[in-house]
């Protein structure tokens, strides 16, 4: 519903975005007179626990039918509910960068304002009901990201990393905008649901089918879906640590919440061949993430074929939204950013500064040198590996019924067959951390900061595993703001 | 149940540095689970929401032979947690703790109510032994580890499926045992069939049947040579409870078609258990060929499908426990005198060490099966009521009880006497204690079967109706007829 002539805004319905982008302004202004990256930060994590305040005092409110502009900027539970996890994890990545940031030499304190940017952008594609919200919120995620992907200057790799995100992020970014365009002329508008209901009468032009298999394409990019993944691996081995913990967190959910709601509401009304292609790339995505992370020895490298694989099993949620596929999704992406940043985190107290060093030889022998670390790191393990009592667990099952409940029962095998695969390449660490004794002593590198996010990774990890009803639940209450979702 | 044991675990964790209050801590701990399932007949089940969005509720109950079991079970940690803090060099707190988190994950898997619970506790219990073997265990510990882990998360995954799969197909309410147990037997036979066979996959790993045994020689053979490790390991034969308490009553069509598989594969698995004992020079590999022979006479009991013969498994699954783990007991102490587990390196101990010579007997006749002790009623029973139903594979298992008299005279021979003459120093008080409860459990299982065997029989009872529900035609008894007059 659109009100020619008046623009309706929603403040209070922003006011999450909002905050992350005044405090991103603060921040660069503070980083004008101060150089001290630290203070940046403290500033950063001050502006998303308000933001983080704005969309829980929202959530609570069960005010959910809020929309601004028109429904092109919707403030219904899985957008604030993905909103909230996309504030977490780059509150967790924000922690993790504080020291980490001066011990690899990479304290410059405009890291920080262009973090707020990104997860800014993010929440927007969280929250996009219509293509041109979603482009937008695209743009302004990625590009903070393809800096801070270089930021390590002078270090090859990290530069190599920033060229290639950025080279591939672009080639993403024009694919998804061509294919907007082509879905707008067939339909003749961007918002979700009107492109949906101006398609549904059958009689497809093509024009519509070659714009839908264009977004697709395009949004495949950004949440590293095979066969699009390929820029994922190289680009988070390059990239300093603490800005993969952020990219294979809230990148990846911006991608997803976009996903989520065009795999709802316009794939179905546009080819029921374009939910097969989703379908075979959520198969070659668990089949490829899952195999590549098995040959790694690096636990970096590793872990960034295996966030490729988690993409998998959030794909399963998408091809079933019908079956409380959306629920699912969310439910995995809430417990995927709290266990992966937890896991990235603890790698970098093991790596060395320059964040070389990951190598699995780095982990042996921890379980005696420092239990409790490897002991958290562990739990990290089990749970990405999807073992009961933690987070993972409760995601896996979720998302496999939601895929079995759908009729998809050879994808859901397909990913239970690979979850035997990951659970190898997971233990293998706990192996090394418990059944192995190096010579070897790690640097003694210990941060308070990191601690902290290692605590709230775990804290989540550990309560979605053990009472995962709440937060599910929560996720799938709320009335729909467009039809079918 | 599941609370006790895990919050001594954590305080035993605490404690570690401390080994003395660790251990009583540990020892508390179990006697404590113990006396809980002393008194879990009478109680009230529990019952909250886990996952209202799919239906799964955490619903946990301790009638049937959830009862039996976890008694047995508790029973066993006693010595167990005990060995553990005496006998295991470093770290042993946390080899407590893992010993008394497996507990708490048995007892879960025995009385959840819930099938996707049910998986969680099985899958959850999986981890401390993992650990167990690979932080403590022997030389070649991280092949055993790896063979273990695959081989059960293999198992166990498709078993998710099956699990995940049949809710979606019944269109069952929840997962709730009740709720499934009375749509999923009208599935068509085909779908109940695959259905069944995935997660028959998962159980039969730990049943275990041959030929998805060998993790288990391995296991056990790696394990620390304390042997209160390998305690658990004979707790974690939970494959056949599964298919007691779940696949045969959720899906009896499936079960029928594919149970002749499954009972000539259990057939196969005593016979080949009881020869790989007789032909086994390392102590631990012949306990763990001869229990996995009893395993073969459980599953003959449970795939013959017929009342008495589930009735008579889950008590020998719950008295094997006890012989079973009682002689790994044993064996860790003849390691700690000769520092081996070959039985060359022994003979003549009965002269020097009486009295560890008597409790050896008395237990390896218990491992045997002479009536009186603990292995006996459920054996009997158990290829007894098999037998009813199917007489022939019954009877060649049968076979593998005079096997077991060989093979159980024989071990004593060579331990305990002959011309060799080993002196070593016999049974220490702390190792009295140890035994002792293995000894009263021994008797209580060999002597007064009967209330446990009531225990079961209830839960037995739901199984055999669903059964017959599939082969009876329609009018015959129901559900709500459990308890009746049969």
Known sequence: ?485 | MVLVPLAAALLVMLARNSLGLARVIAVAGSVATLVLAVLLPDSRGFDAQWLPGIGVSFSLGGNGAAAVLTFAAALMMIPAVLVATTRVEKGAGGFAALLLVALAGLNGIFMAKDLVLFYIFWEATLIPGLLLLGIYGGERRREATVKYLVYAVTGSFFMLVSILALKALSGAPSFHIVDLMLVTPNLPVATQTWLFVGMALGMAVKLPLWPLHSWLVDLNEQNHHSGAADVLGSLYKVGSFGFFAWALPLLPAGAIRVAPILLALAVVTAIYGALGAVGSKHLKRFLAYGSLSHMGIIGVGVFGMHLSGLNGAMYFLAAQMISTGGLFLVFGMLYHRRRSYDMADYGGLARSAPALAAFSLFLIFTFIGVPGLSNFPGEFTSLLGSFQATPWPAAIATLTVIVAGVYGVNLYQKLYQGPTDVRVPDLDVLEMYVLLPVVVGVLWFGLLPAPHMERIETQAQVATLQLERVTLPPGGPTLSDVGGAR
């Open chain 1, 1 to 485: 519903m659109t009100f020619p002539g008046v623009i309706d805004i929603n403040w209070t319905l922003l006011a999450p975005a909002i905050a992350l982008l005044v405090t991103a302004a603060v921040t660069l202004f503070f980083a004008l007179f101060s150089r001290d990256s630290r203070g940046a930060a403290a500033v950063a994590l001050i502006g998303i626990l308000t933001s983080m305040v704005f969309a829980l005092v929202q959530l609570m409110e069960g005010n959910q039918t809020a929309s601004s502009f028109g429904l092109r900027y919707l403030g219904d539970v899985p957008a604030l509910t993905l909103t909230l996890v996309i504030l977490l994890g780059t509150a967790v990545a924000v922690l993790v960068s504080w020291d980490q940031l001066g011990r690899g030499q990479m304290a410059q304190p405009e890291y920080y304002p262009l973090m707020l940017l990104s997860a800014f952008g993010a929440v927007i594609m969280a929250s996009a009901g219509d293509l041109i919200t979603l482009i937008l919120g695209l743009e302004i995620m990625s590009l903070p990201v393809y800096a801070l992907s270089a930021w390590r200057t002078g270090d090859r790799q990290s530069e190599e990393a920033g060229i290639k995100y950025f080279l591939l992020g672009a080639f993403g970014s024009a694919t998804l905008i061509y294919g907007a365009a082509l879905v707008y002329g067939a339909s003749g508008s961007f918002v979700y649901g009107d492109v949906a209901a101006a398609l549904a009468g059958g009689n497809l032009p093509l024009l519509a089918t070659a714009g839908g298999a264009l977004v697709l394409a395009g949004l495949g990019f950004k949440a590293a879906l095979a066969p699009f993944h390929q820029w994922a691996p190289d680009v988070y081995t390059g990239a300093p640590t603490v800005v993969v913990t952020y990219m294979t967190v809230v990148i990846k959910i911006g991608a997803f919440a976009a996903l989520l709601r065009l795999a709802t509401v316009v794939f179905p009304v546009l080819q029921p061949w374009l939910l097969t292609a989703l379908a075979i790339m959520v198969a070659l995505t668990l089949v490829v993430g899952n195999f590549s992370a098995l040959m790694q020895r690096g636990v970096k490298r590793m872990l960034a074929y295996s966030s490729v694989a988690h993409a998998g099993y959030v794909g399963l949620a998408l091809l079933a939204p019908d079956h409380g596929g959306v629920s699912a999704a969310a439910f995995y992406l809430t417990t995927y950013a709290f266990m992966n940043a937890g896991a990235f985190a603890v790698l970098t107290l093991v790596a060395d500064a320059n964040d070389h060093g990951d190598d699995l030889e780095r982990f042996a022998g921890l379980g005696r040198k420092r239990p409790w670390l490897a002991a958290v790191m562990t739990l990290f393990m089990l749970s990405l590996g999807g073992i009961p009592f933690l987070g993972g667990f409760s995601g896996k099952v979720l998302v496999f019924q939601a895929a079995i409940d759908a009729g998809y029962i050879w994808l859901a095998v397909l990913g239970i067959a690979t979850s035997i695969v990951a659970l190898v390449y997971y233990f293998r660490v706990i192996g090394y951390m418990y059944f192995r004794e190096s010579a070897y002593e790690p640097p003694a590198f210990r941060s308070s900061p990191t601690q902290i996010a290692i605590v709230v990774a775990l804290a989540g990890t550990v309560l979605l595993g053990v009472f995962p009803g709440w937060w599910h639940t929560l996720l799938m209450s709320g009335p729909r703001l467009i039809a079918g979702f």
